[in-house]
């Protein structure tokens, strides 16, 4: 096949995947992930309307074909064909003929941003709604015109869909990566998370023999995929300790990441170790709160992930947040190529973070025995602060079953790398073994 530069790739997807109308449940999901199985093998798991996940049921599938809105004279002056945002997600059927003072607060628009459409959704209450400009609720509409309105969609027993992809490394111990895929035409929030995530996806198949670790990469709608993924698979998420959930990142504005629900875990730290590395040192930081994503599902108390999110231009700050100007003039593929890399950094560090224990915790081994006295004594490693002997003699110390390397990298100011390097060493001769 002909080399596709990467960031071409994600153009090329960007623009593929953003007309597709998406919701919690339907067509377009499964659509959506059937096309990202072009870049990467997901396995496409469905899950049936009404079955229990602890304390939500997996909804109705929906389908919407049509939505309009018709004037006096018969003009659409409301078009779902034109941009799917006009109707409010999960709509339920409806036609009739009324004043707008019979369905006014069924008609959303944002005053403060009169050209943009808004999104709106209601998923758990069937209701329905459409979203128009400002602009064009001002011009098409007056109290004392009768209108046609129209929503040919239909609610039914079907199932969810999620996408999966499970990528196993040299140890079982796993990381989650998560997007989600419920939203229509928007695309920092949320086209950017679900490339990202197919394409550092792919990234870590192409590193496959690599991998110290294994990863669960899952593409769900937000909130009840994530509820009905746990549910299902209770037993092997509980053991998953830390985590990505990928979103909006594909703005024009400053990079900046949310913190896990634990300040103190390692994967700030190690997220705040890359921009530096990548030389972004004005990224925002956002400390945890239970708004946001999916991770207040995976680190719910019965989970516990700890998951992070770096963002560029974050959901909820930006002012095209849910709404039609969220689109391909405000996400290029160039910014989405910029996160890609910084989560890839991110991942293969999150990678070389083993768990090992000394085998010889009675003393210290006698280094040359073992051919691991650095020929060079005490120099310093490109790079760095420290020498081989420092960081191998640290690793000794306190490699002790509990503490990770990613911490022992942080005692003594080394590159995490350069840790795992020395550790890997130990591990072939012996000396230390994984827990
Ligand atoms: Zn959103």
Known sequence: MEYVKLKE??????????????????????????????????????????????????????????????????EKIVDFQKSNLHVVSYSKP?????????????????????DAIPYRTSYYNEDWGFCISYNDFQKYFSENEEYELYIDSE??????????????????KEYLISSYICHPSMANDSLSGVLVTAFLAKYLLENREKLEHSYRILFVPETIGAITYLANFQKEMEKIDNGLVITTCGGTGKFGYKQSWEKDNFINQLIE?????????????????????????????????????????????????????????FVLAENLEKSLELYKKVVMKMDKNIVYRNRYPYGEVMLSKHDL????????????????????????????????????????????????????????????ERV
């Open 273 to 329: 170790d890359t921009f530096r590395e990548s030389g972004i040192e004005d990224f925002l930081i956002y400390p945890f709160d239970v708004h946001g994503s999916d991770e207040r599902q995976y680190s719910s108390q019965g989970f516990r992930i700890n998951c992070a999110t770096i963002t560029k231009d974050k959901y909820y700050e930006y002012p095209y947040y849910h709404t039609s100007l969220d689109n391909l003039d």
């Open 9 to 74: 790739q994600l153009d090329i997807y960007l623009k593929k995947l953003f007309p597709i109308t998406r919701s919690i449940t339907g067509e377009g999901n499964r659509e959506t992930l059937r096309i990202l199985q072009e870049i990467i093998p997901l396995q496409i798991l469905e899950f049936p309307t009404g079955q229990k996940v602890f304390d939500w049921t997996v909804p109705k599938e929906w389908h919407i074909r049509d939505g309009w809105i018709k004037n006096s004279r018969g």
């Open 373 to 432: 006295y650095p020929k060079t004594g005490g120099a310093i490693l490109p790079g760095s602060s420290v020498s081989a002997l420092e960081i191998i003699l640290n690793i000794l110390f306190y490699a002790d079953g509990e503490c990770d390397l990613f911490e022992i990298s942080k005692k003594i100011g080394a590159d995490i790398e350069l840790v795992y390097r020395e550790a890997k060493t130990l591990e072939e001769k012996g000396i230390l």
């Open 155 to 172: 609610l039914f027993d079907g199932s969810l869909s999620i996408g999966e992809l499970r990528i196993s490394g040299k140890s079982e």
């Open 94 to 114: 409806i036609h009739f003929r009324g004043r707008l003072s019979e369905f006014r607060d069924k008609i959303h628009y944002l005053e403060h941003l009169p």
